[in-house]
């Protein structure tokens, strides 16, 4: 059993800053990677960042410069730092995390993928 759980989320005005933390604990044998989603009312859960193992990273167009996503290999930790935080940036924010571990078995590994619950992210204006 794998959990995920994120923290970090509030009520910030425009051009303020958050950071966001995510955990994941449980039966691990490794993490590919790591990622932040969001979703706003009334529409479809995007991709907001995510970093894999060797520390690549990708971006959103809309966050790029001003959000950054790093990892603590030895905490199965994500962060996102929000920058220059816009009030089209609020939505509840999901940590989703693509884990290797045992398989059914028990004798083996698979490779697993878990959402957080999600952290809400508002910014005013």
């Known amino acids: 059993q794998v959990h995920v759980v994120e923290s970090g989320g509030g009520l910030v005005q425009a051009g303020g800053s958050l950071r966001l933390s995510c955990t994941a604990s449980g039966s691990i044998f490794s993490i590919n990677a790591m990622g932040w989603y969001r979703q706003a009312p009334g529409k479809q859960r995007e991709l907001v960042a995510g970093i894999r193992s060797g520390d690549s990273t990708n971006y959103a167009d809309s966050v790029s410069g001003r959000f950054t996503i790093s990892r603590d290999n030895a905490k199965n930790t994500v962060y996102l730092q929000m920058n220059s935080l816009k009030p089209e940036d609020t939505a509840v924010y999901y940590c989703?995390?693509?884990?290797?571990?045992?398989?059914?078995?028990?004798?083996?590994?698979?490779?697993?993928?878990?959402w957080g619950r999600g952290t809400q992210v508002t910014v005013s204006s």
């Open positions: 989703n995390a693509e884990i290797q571990g045992p398989d059914s078995s028990g004798s083996g590994r698979y490779t697993y993928r878990y």
